[in-house]
């Protein structure tokens, strides 16, 4: 019966067909998995700079403004490139759960600013914020496993499982390459990842740097001394770089590294590896090698 009495390179040509279109739905889906709910969430965040860094940019961001804030009103200092100091007497000066951690995390000895994320007591902090984040419907649950990722595992390893069992039932043993598809489909499929932010994050973020914009604008006039939470609010939104370095001299020792070349190396490697294994796979096809999807 169609497709499991195809001949061995057709039936490859179907099962590559098949995984390929799977991992796109999987992906275009998990890009639309959901709808906006129209709540404004924007208020909240106006009183939240460290919930917007995070929101914007992740754990090292939040953990870069927290800092930054800290040091604009004198609680922190920084002592070089991602390097902080603080007083253990500071926490009484603070109320946020991650301003207090930081500062106890940096006041025992001059510390790694981002290296914090190992600590205990920030790391809860941030998780706490995530988690809220993740409540409002704003961020992605790390847990997210969508029922459309187990209907097409399910697909994939049912056609997998019924080709083998009739390639063995005709005295076919030639399945490896079948296999090795099987498995680079289910894995891919299975590690596909969700988008950080959900529809909600997205159009937040969004309104808040139509609201901001005339913030934006008058960054590099803004002044040290954290009377206000201009500068942090500006900061967590925009970015460090948009602050005057004349007014924040101590900028580039608090902006998060940046990821874009390792991320590049990463994706180098993983073009080489697809490259590889593509190789691998022509060369398996050649020498009659086609057929070892059993036929």
């Known amino acids: 019966m169609f497709p499991f009495n195809l001949a061995g390179p057709h039936f490859l040509i179907f099962y590559t067909a098949l995984g390929l279109a799977l991992i796109v739905l999987n992906w275009q889906y998990l890009r639309r998995h959901t709808k906006p709910s129209g709540a404004d969430h924007t208020k909240a965040f106006f009183n939240a700079p460290y919930s917007l860094a995070f929101l914007n940019r992740g754990a090292d961001h939040c953990l870069s403004i927290c800092a930054f804030n800290l040091i604009d009103r004198g609680l922190m200092t920084a002592n070089a490139a991602d390097r902080v100091s603080s007083q253990a007497l500071h926490t009484k000066q603070v109320s946020h759960p991650l301003e207090h951690a930081l500062i106890q995390y940096a006041a025992t000895n001059t510390k790694a600013l981002f290296a914090a994320k190992r600590d205990n007591k920030v790391k809860a902090a941030l998780n706490a914020i995530h988690t809220t984040l993740c409540d409002d419907g704003l961020l992605t649950r790390r847990t997210f496993f969508p029922a459309i990722k187990l209907i097409s595992l399910g697909i994939l390893g049912l056609v997998t499982a019924i080709k083998i069992a009739v390639a063995l039932s005709h005295g076919h043993n030639n399945i490896q390459l079948l296999i090795l598809l099987a498995i680079i489909f289910l ?3 299975i590690f596909i990842p969700a988008p950080r932010l959900t529809a909600d994050g997205e159009d937040t973020l969004s309104l808040m740097r139509g609201l901001l914009a005339q913030l934006q604008g008058r960054m590099q006039e ?5 009377f206000t939470q201009e500068a942090s609010l500006a ?7 948009g602050l005057s370095r004349e007014h924040f001299p101590y900028l580039g020792l608090i902006t998060p590294p940046v990821a874009v070349s390792s991320a590049a190396s990463s994706d180098s490697g993983s073009s080489s590896s697809c490259s590889s ?4 796979d022509s060369s398996s096809c050649g020498g009659g090698g086609c057929g070892g999807c059993g036929s």
């Open 187 to 189: 894995l891919v499929l």
């Open 222 to 226: 803004l002044k040290p001394g954290g």
């Open 235 to 241: 900061a967590a939104l925009f970015g460090l770089g």
């Open 277 to 280: 294994c593509s190789s691998s």
